[in-house]
């Protein structure tokens, strides 16, 4: 629920113009060496969506500053990886980026989006409905080239416009699927930490399963929703006897396809789960001879 406040609050702040783009500052107590890393999100955040937006990343942070398990490397990419998840590549994003390319030239750039991932850049109330209708008629995966062009005032005025639209960014659909991902993401490591903790840097690194945008973004999104319903959460809830979670996870990672029935991985995540009871036994054994 903190969460949930949290994120509203950073929302209304960007639509009622209650942001003046002051740089928040670090937080305190950070680790040593995570300063530069902190420092480059917050800027990154900032030109990403807004100076409150960035604000939230630093909110999420604080929860692993000072925890038990938490040291300067994990705390890093956490700080790291979390900043490359919420600056998202959505229309909007490729587009501010080909306006910051001005200065080195004119280029032209085609990119293919699913229509559901344009229209879920519209704030919701307005995409909903076309998503309905699009669903409906079996039109959410068709694609659509966009082009992202600095080679003509028409392609300018167009990015522009396109980048403006930022200050709606918090109010689409997309946004919405991303901030309940980083909160899970961010509930899984902590839930690591208290459970398995040698795991940990396993966990944080499933982030960069998710990147991009179009199939491959939905792919890995799917592909990571499995390994963390399939291995993750059983093992932390005490239902799945998975002595080392990182293993695990480097297994299922490995077995990723681009297949959208996602049959290897079910399959490797499947043989996983059969083999936990075993090597929970042979792993007590072999502590029971050399204890």
Known sequence: MASIVSSLRYLLADVIGDDDDTLPLLPDNLPDGAAP???????????????SYAQLYI????RFIGRPGVDAAIFCEIARLMAMRMSYEDPIRIAQLKLAE????ASDDVRKFRLDELIGALPAPAADPLLDTLGW????HKRVSVRFSTK?????RRLKLEAFLRRWRQFSVRYGEERVW????????????????????AIIQTATMVQGYGDVYRQGLADWHAIIDGLAKPTFDGTLPLADLAAAVADARAACMPD?????LKRAIAQIRARAPAQLRHRAGVEKRHP
């Open 152 to 156: 003509s005032r028409f392609g300018i």
């Open 37 to 51: 890393i902190v420092g480059e999100g917050i800027h990154l955040l900032v030109h990403y969506q807004s100076a």
């Open 59 to 62: 909110d999420r942070l604080k």
């Open 102 to 105: 001005l200065g080195s030239g």
């Open 260 to 264: 959208s029935r996602q049959a290897a």
């Open 137 to 140: 008629i079996g039109w959410l």
């Open 182 to 201: 980083v909160e899970r993401w961010l509930h899984m490591i902590a839930r690591c930490l208290d459970k398995q903790p040698q795991s940990v840097p």
